[in-house]
C-alpha cells in the first residue's frame, strides 16, 4: 500500500497524518480509558478478591549503558555546529497537540530530544559528529529509563505527528514511547507489528518492542506468523524478527521457548535465518526432548541446505552430554554423502571428540 509523498522538508515543516497516521492515531488512543497520564498508574484487580491492589511492576529488559566520559571527548570542537539541510524546526504543540494530556515538562523533554536529534551538516568535521552521538545516545538511555507515562505518551504522538519520514527519529520516538508507556503503546506497536499497510522501516522495530511491552498481546499475535505452512500469503517482517521477538517474550514471562523453537526450527516454510535463531536457541534446552529431537531431525535434513545442517551439529555438540553428541556426529559422519558437510563433520570430530 503505498502513501501519498512526504511534504518537502522546511525549517518549520508543518505534520503531514496520512492514512498510516490516521490509522496509529485511533490505535494510541484506543486505551486512553485506562490510565490517566499524568497521575499513578492505574491499580489492578486482584483475581482472589476482586478488589483493587497494587500496579503490577512492569518487567523491563537490562540493557547495556553507553560508558564514555566527557573527558574522553575532543575540546574544544573544530569550527561552529551546523544542521544539516533537511533538519527542521520543532513546533512542541504540532507534534504533542494542546488537548493532549500531556505534562508541559514531558512536552518540553521530547521536544529538546527531537531538536537534540536533528541531523548535523555532513561536511562537519568528526569531533562534531562524535559529541552528537555520544551525547544523543545518553539523552535517549537516559528517557527510556524514565517512569514517568506522560514521558512516553509524549513520544508516541510525536512518533505518529512526526512531520518527515526520518527513519532513525522516528524509530527513537518509537522505542521510548513503548519503553517508558508500554500499555498505551500496546495498540498501536500491535497495530505496526500485525497488520499490512504500514511502513516495514517501522514494522520490524515494532515486533520486538511488543514483545517487550505486551508479551500476552504478541504470543496471540505472532503466533500465525511463526505456525504458517507455505509462503507467506501478506508483507509482513522478516521471520526472524517474530522469532526474536518470541524469546523476548518468553524471557519476560518465564515461558518455555521451546516448543515454538522445535516448530520453528523444523518447518520448511520458514525463512533461513529464523531457523538459525530457532536451532541456537534450542542448544540450550536439548535436555527436552522436543529441542533435542528437532536438532537430530535438522541434522539429518534432506533439503541440501548445509549451513543449518551446520548449525544444529554445533547446538548438538554445546547443549548434549559430549559423549552423546560426539556419537551421534561419528553416526552420521560414517553415512554422509554431501561431501562439504563431511569435510565438516570431520573437523568438529576431530577437533572435540578424541
Given at each position: 500500500m503505498s502513501r501519498p509523498p512526504a511534504p518537502p522538508p522546511s525549517r518549520r515543516a508543518k505534520p503531514h497524518v496520512g492514512p498510516f497516521?490516521?490509522?496509529?492515531?485511533k490505535a494510541l488512543f484506543g486505551l486512553a480509558a485506562v490510565a490517566t497520564l499524568g497521575c499513578a498508574e492505574a491499580e489492578v484487580e486482584t483475581p482472589e478478591t476482586g478488589e483493587a491492589g497494587p500496579p503490577r511492576p512492569a518487567r523491563r529488559l537490562e540493557r547495556?549503558?553507553?560508558e564514555i566520559k566527557d573527558s574522553d571527548l575532543m575540546e574544544p570542537l573544530v569550527g561552529e555546529k551546523r544542521l544539516a539541510a533537511e533538519a527542521i524546526e520543532i513546533d512542541p504543540y504540532a507534534l504533542m497537540p494542546r488537548d493532549q494530556p500531556i505534562t508541559a515538562e514531558a512536552r518540553e523533554e521530547i521536544a529538546a530530544l527531537l531538536r537534540s536529534l536533528q541531523p548535523l551538516d555532513p561536511t562537519l568535521t568528526s569531533d562534531h559528529h562524535d559529541r552528537w552521538f555520544i551525547e544523543n545516545k545518553r539523552?535517549?538511555?537516559?528517557?527510556?529509563?524514565?517512569?514517568?507515562?506522560?514521558?512516553?505518551?509524549?513520544a508516541l504522538h510525536a512518533f505518529t505527528?512526526?512531520?518527515v519520514h526520518h527513519v532513525p527519529i522516528r524509530r527513537t520516538l518509537l522505542e521510548i514511547g513503548a519503553r517508558v508507556s508500554p500499555v498505551e503503546a500496546t495498540p498501536l506497536l500491535a497495530?505496526?507489528?500485525?497488520?499490512?499497510?504500514?511502513?516495514?522501516?517501522y514494522r520490524a522495530e515494532a515486533v520486538l518492542l511488543l514483545a517487550e511491552a505486551s508479551p500476552e498481546t504478541y504470543f496471540e499475535g505472532a503466533r500465525r506468523f511463526l505456525e504458517r505452512?507455505?509462503?507467506?500469503?501478506?508483507?509482513?517482517?522478516?521471520?526472524e524478527f517474530f522469532v526474536r521477538g518470541w524469546l523476548i517474550a518468553c524471557e519476560l514471562t518465564d515461558t518455555d521457548p521451546t516448543p515454538m523453537m522445535a516448530s520453528v526450527a523444523t518447518n520448511f516454510a520458514m525463512e533461513h535465518y529464523a531457523r538459525v535463531v530457532a536451532l541456537r536457541e534450542l542448544a540450550d534446552h536439548a535436555d527436552d526432548p522436543l529441542a533435542s529431537g528437532a536438532l537430530r531431525t535438522v541434522l539429518v535434513e534432506s533439503t541440501g541446505n548445509d549451513y543449518l545442517r551446520r548449525i544444529?551439529?554445533?547446538?548438538?555438540?554445546?547443549?548434549?552430554?559430549?559423549e552423546t553428541a560426539c556419537t551421534l556426529l561419528?553416526?552420521?559422519l560414517s553415512r554422509e554423502s554431501s561431501m562439504g558437510f563431511l569435510r565438516f563433520l570431520d573437523d568438529m570430530v576431530q577437533q572435540n571428540c578424541r
Open positions: 497516521g490516521r490509522i496509529a492515531s547495556p549503558v553507553l539523552l535517549v538511555q537516559r528517557l527510556e529509563r524514565d517512569t514517568r507515562p506522560e514521558v512516553g505518551h509524549a505527528n512526526y512531520p497495530a505496526l507489528a500485525f497488520n499490512y499497510g504500514h511502513k516495514m522501516d505452512e507455505g509462503n507467506p500469503t501478506e508483507t509482513a517482517p522478516n521471520d544444529a551439529a554445533q547446538s548438538i555438540l554445546k547443549g548434549f552430554p559430549r561419528q553416526t552420521v
